[in-house]
């Protein structure tokens, strides 16, 4: 199992500006992912983050408005750029290995955007 | 691609009863996991159940229980004797299986469940 923490927990934002979530996980594993949860919605992929390669983005999502890090295989960082009221939404991080039969998330990070 | 859908938003229950939520899916893969994970106030994810696709054994977890049908495609989850606890959103969720980097997750929409005491 993995346990994962994220920073911040909760933040408010001006439009316009830019907020760096980071993830933190207790083991090294591979693949992190990062998933937005819009108001009331279910969890939509942002991207996939493997250690040492570029981050792979999913149909919607460009590395200019969610540019990621992953320094080493126990963090990563999801900046959201150029904020507008739209991207209030829960960012979540989670990990998971070929190995492991699930993926295991972190507590997320509530984002409003004023 | 693959979908999840979960046509129930929203789903009531009295304390101790037993309720089902609906889950189907489309896929062209004939192996894969599926998953259920609670979400509460708290926001933070919890799986509640897994199923990998190749096993025809329903998978049970204490109080919960799916009925997985492969051919029609529909994976829904009991939970039996309701708790207050149990309370929460419920995602649905498809991962494909044994192919390099493709551990990403594709949720169903989601259905609020209410325990009435």
Same mark, same amino acid.
């Given at each position: 199992s993995a346990v994962i923490s994220q920073k911040p927990s909760r933040d408010i934002c001006q439009r316009g500006t830019s907020l760096t979530i980071q993830c933190q996980v207790d083991s090294q594993v591979t693949m992190m992912f990062w998933y937005r949860q819009q108001?009331?919605?279910?969890? =939509?992929?942002?991207? =996939?983050?493997?250690?040492?390669?570029?981050?792979?983005? @999913?149909?919607?999502?460009?590395? #200019?408005? !969610?540019?990621?890090?992953?320094? /080493?295989?126990?963090?990563? =960082?999801? =900046?959201?750029? /150029?904020?507008?009221?739209? #991207?209030?939404?829960?960012?979540?991080?989670?990990?998971? @290995? #070929?190995?492991? /039969? @699930?993926? !295991?998330?972190g507590p997320g990070t509530r984002l409003t955007v004023l | 691609a693959q979908t999840v859908t979960q046509s129930q938003p929203e789903m009531s229950v009295q304390e101790a009863e037993t309720v089902t939520l609906s889950c189907t899916y489309d896929t062209s893969e004939s192996d894969y996991y599926l998953f259920w994970y609670k979400q509460p106030p708290s926001r933070q994810m919890i799986l509640v159940i897994r199923q990998e696709a190749y096993k025809q054994q329903n998978a049970t977890e204490n109080r919960f229980s799916v009925n997985f049908q492969k051919a029609a495609k529909s994976f829904s989850l009991k939970i039996s004797d309701s708790q207050l606890g149990d309370a929460a959103m419920y995602f649905c969720a498809y991962r494909a299986w044994g192919i390099q980097g493709a551990q990403k997750l594709v949720f169903g929409q989601g259905t609020r469940l209410t325990i009435n005491p």
């Open positions: 108001p009331g919605q279910s969890l =939509t992929l942002i991207a =996939t983050a493997n250690q040492g390669s570029e981050a792979t983005y @999913e149909s919607g999502f460009v590395i #200019d408005k !969610f540019p990621i890090s992953r320094p /080493n295989l126990t963090f990563s =960082t999801l =900046t959201v750029s /150029n904020m507008s009221p739209e #991207d209030s939404s829960i960012y979540l991080c989670s990990v998971g @290995e #070929d190995s492991y /039969n @699930e993926q !295991f998330f | -």
